[in-house]
């Protein structure tokens, strides 16, 4: 995520903010250019504020504290990540209400980073058998299973709840549980059939990862029947990705975005090189290293910065060969994909 200023003033602003609190000026996130621009009364040609008339502040500003931009004459007034939203909440659940705009601020997150790696966003309305769709849902009020099927993710909102979330975390043995992290996972089934599924990669993905068409029902029950398999550290990145090749390249893709993401952060603040950003990054194996020789030393700096603090690590997972070179492989498609589009957009 980059570091964002007011136009205006110079103030320095919070991907969340929807007012400068130095000026005071109205702001707004403009998805096409992935940037915090000012709302200005009249027009203007410095190209970095917008003119109110054109533009207004997504549907969603209170309910789910959503300060994206949408156009005037947009009827349904929703951004273009609330737009992906197809169930949530009713008006009248307001514990439910409020962690769905914790979700939603996450989701956000999530469709910056993909825009920024050029990754295809096709929502439901366009694609209706396979586009994507999200279903924030309580278990409060029925049975939600966090997944993905065919384009759509749910999302248990009792996961906005810290000690819920804690408490899952310890009982699943997990060193790492948080609302971005599980969109991060489950984004990375959908991204499976877009980059892989039966086409050309199909065959390196399963020299990496196995076949993905392995019986899920009897690797889930074997799973928590019987555990992760003994070093299991030196081939998957958690103990949860051993338990399908599904899941192993969706917690590997995770992983993949959370790395990206956070180089792309510290260089934006001047701990990382501006070549590690997420437009910026080299395709291919060479490129995939550099970004891990950037990755490791900031890591393991930030963990101990954490242990200052008296917390855990914050990033609690050691990468072995065999996962860097999953890891590489997700970098080669993605890199590849957002090669792709720039070609498009260029042509």
């Avoid at 959908?190 to 899920?216: I, N, Q, T």
């Avoid at 890591?299 to 242990?307: A, D, E, K």
Wanted: proline content about 3%.
């Amino acid at each position: 995520m980059r570091d964002f200023a007011c136009s205006k003033c110079g103030q320095r602003l919070s991907f969340e903010n929807s007012l400068c609190l130095g000026c005071e000026s109205q702001l707004g996130f403009l998805f096409p250019r992935r940037d915090l621009v000012v709302l200005t009364q009249g027009d203007n040609n410095d190209g970095i504020t917008v003119d109110a008339r054109d533009y207004k502040l997504c549907a969603n500003l209170h309910l789910a504290r959503c300060n994206w931009l949408v156009a005037v004459d947009d009827e349904d007034g929703l951004c273009e990540s609330c737009a992906l939203t197809r169930t949530r909440p009713s008006d009248d659940d307001t514990e439910a209400l409020e962690a769905f705009a914790e979700a939603e601020d996450s989701k956000r997150r999530l469709i910056v980073e993909l825009s920024a790696l050029g990754l295809p966003i096709v929502s439901r309305e366009v694609d209706t058998e396979s586009g994507l769709a999200f279903d924030l849902l309580s278990s409060r009020t029925q049975k939600v299973l966090t997944g993905h099927a065919n384009g759509v993710i749910t999302l248990d909102l009792a996961e906005g709840d810290d000690v819920h979330r804690e408490q899952m975390r310890v009982e699943l043995a997990e060193p790492y549980r948080t609302l971005l992290g599980h969109f991060r996972h489950e984004i990375g089934h959908y991204y499976f059939s877009v980059l892989v599924g039966a086409g050309e990669h199909r065959l390196d993905f399963e020299k990496l990862f196995g076949d993905p068409d392995l019986d899920y029902q009897a690797a889930l029950d074997r799973h928590y029947n019987e555990g992760a398999p003994s070093g299991w550290e030196d081939e998957f990145v958690s103990s949860y990705a051993t338990m399908h090749p599904a899941e192993d390249w969706a917690e590997t893709f995770a992983h993949y975005l959370h790395i990206r993401d956070t180089l792309d952060t510290a260089a934006a603040f001047g701990f990382a090189p501006a070549g590690v950003t997420l437009d910026k990054a080299r395709p291919g194996r060479v490129g995939f290293d550099q970004l891990v020789d950037e990755w490791l030393p900031l890591v393991w700096s930030l963990n101990m910065i954490n242990r200052s603090m008296g917390h855990t690590d914050l990033y609690p997972f050691v990468l072995a060969p065999k996962v860097l070179d999953k890891l590489a492989f997700v970098h080669q498609l993605v890199t590849s994909q957002q090669q792709a589009e720039a070609g498009v957009a260029a042509g």
